[in-house]
């Protein structure tokens, strides 16, 4: 199985490519179009600021293909974000995907920590990237903007409000959350994606 991470100037690229090696599975880190439409599964990290990422994405075409892209995508934290329409961050459009907006979290109360770093229980898990997962397991966020809950929602946790933490449309999927910081239950999600 050929699994391509999407090579852009943002992403957490590192620690994904080594959470794949401990499945056994030696990913191409790749920016080239015809690569990422050859390969079985595609993986679309990102953390950083979705501004200049998008104007990354565009200028390079990586906008367009991979939203053509056919087999199993699954973007991790700013990728998800990525995936949908406008984004507060930055006021930028995403490649509306998912056809929801990313917003920004507004403390409520004094305890309430921007951004939502940290362990949190997931929850209304729907979907074959959970197959074996029981609700209330813990996976690791950090995020300032967040995904409302929507027709694409395929887990929810809540911090201030309940959020996304998961979407699914077609052959797309995505989480909020780092699978790949989120020990054995991280594990089971990616090989869940993997076995798609």
Same mark, same amino acid.
């Given at each position: *199985?050929?699994?391509?991470?999407?090579?852009?100037?943002?992403?957490?690229?590192?620690?994904?490519?080594?959470?794949?090696?401990?499945?056994?599975?030696?990913?191409?880190?790749?920016?080239?179009?015809?690569?990422?439409?050859?390969?079985?599964?595609?993986?679309?990290?990102?953390?950083?600021?979705?501004?200049?990422? &998008?104007?990354?994405?565009?200028?390079?075409?990586?906008?367009?293909?991979?939203?053509?892209?056919?087999?199993?995508?699954?973007?991790?934290?700013?990728? &998800?974000?990525? &995936?949908?329409?406008?984004?507060?961050?930055?006021?930028?459009?995403?490649?509306?995907?998912?056809?929801?907006?990313?917003?920004?979290?507004?403390?409520?109360?004094?305890?309430?920590?921007?951004?939502? *770093?940290?362990?949190?229980?997931?929850?209304?898990?729907?979907?074959?990237?959970?197959?074996?997962?029981?609700?209330?397991?813990?996976?690791?966020?950090?995020?300032?903007?967040?995904?409302?809950?929507?027709?694409?929602?395929?887990?929810?946790?809540?911090?201030?409000?309940?959020?996304?933490?998961?979407?699914?449309?077609?052959?797309?999927?995505?989480?909020?959350?780092?699978?790949?910081?989120?020990?054995?239950?991280?594990?089971?999600?990616?090989?869940?994606?993997?076995?798609?």
């Amino acid at each position: *199985m050929k699994v391509a991470i999407v090579k852009y100037n943002a992403g957490n690229v590192c620690s994904v490519d080594y959470a794949l090696r401990r499945l056994g599975v030696e990913a191409c880190l790749t920016a080239d179009a015809e690569e990422l439409r050859r390969a079985d599964k595609v993986i679309f990290p990102g953390v950083g600021e979705a501004g200049t990422t &998008m104007a990354y994405l565009r200028a390079s075409g990586l906008d367009g293909v991979i939203r053509a892209l056919r087999q199993p995508v699954l973007g991790i934290c700013l990728g &998800m974000q990525l &995936m949908c329409g406008h984004l507060e961050e930055g006021d930028v459009q995403g490649l509306g995907i998912f056809g929801v907006d990313v917003k920004r979290f507004c403390p409520q109360r004094h305890e309430d920590k921007i951004p939502h *770093m940290g362990w949190n229980t997931l929850s209304g898990l729907r979907g074959s990237l959970f197959d074996g997962l029981g609700e209330e397991e813990y996976v690791y966020f950090v995020h300032s903007y967040y995904v409302p809950l929507c027709e694409g929602t395929t887990a929810e946790a809540r911090y201030i409000h309940p959020f996304s933490a998961a979407l699914q449309k077609d052959n797309f999927y995505a989480t909020q959350f780092h699978p790949e910081k989120s020990g054995g239950v991280g594990e089971k999600i990616l090989r869940n994606f993997l076995a798609l």
